[in-house]
């Protein structure tokens, strides 16, 4: 066992460390009982009653049990794990303006059915929140139109932010 801390202990205390062979030498001059203990991390410690007479002992195999080793505790909150959901957000503005109350309806792509609903807040903001991986259409329409964004990929757990969708009012002539 190299690196191994063996204290003995008695009517006199010593404390050596074996060598990278795990060899270790003692030097005590008073005979008598003594325990041998042998430590090394992650391993049960082992102690021995040794007897010490005049001249030295010879100890066959000393052989530590594996302990319990000290891993560090991972929590994982399992709803991360599990979450497919993702959201899409954006802006509409006319000029530097939001556009409030806008009504933002998402469907898949292709299809004409909503998936999502929402307006826009008083600074012209919107977020879709819960949305299922897909590939989404996204019209927003307003009291002068509909301005579409096609085309929007959302993987599993992911956020999609849109670019400003910026409105423009036509203007049509009445003669």
């Known amino acids: ?3 191994a801390t063996i ?6 205390s010593v404390v050596v460390k074996s060598d990278d062979r795990g060899k270790f030498v ?3 001059r008073e005979p008598g009982m003594y325990k041998l203990k042998f430590e090394m991390t992650d391993f049960v410690p082992k102690t021995l009653d040794v007897t010490i007479n005049d001249g030295p002992i010879s100890l066959d195999e000393v052989v530590l049990d594996i302990g319990i080793t000290h891993c560090p505790t991972i929590v994982i909150d399992a709803s991360d794990l599990l979450r497919t959901d993702g959201s899409i957000s954006g802006a509409v503005r006319h000029g530097s303006a939001g556009v409030v109350n806008a009504l933002v309806i998402l469907q898949l792509s292709g299809e004409s059915h909503p998936v999502k609903i929402a307006y826009t807040d008083a600074n012209g903001n919107f977020q879709l929140d819960g949305v299922k ?3 989404y259409d996204l019209a927003i329409e307003t009291g002068w139109g509909v301005a579409t964004v096609d085309s929007i990929a959302l993987q599993a757990g992911h956020k999609v932010v849109l670019p400003t969708v910026h409105l423009v009012r ?3 002539r009445v003669r």
């Open 1 to 3: 066992m190299p690196d």
């Open 7 to 12: 204290t003995l202990s008695g009517s006199t």
């Open 26 to 28: 003692l030097s005590i």
């Open 133 to 135: 991986p897909a590939l």
């Open 170 to 172: 036509s203007a049509t």
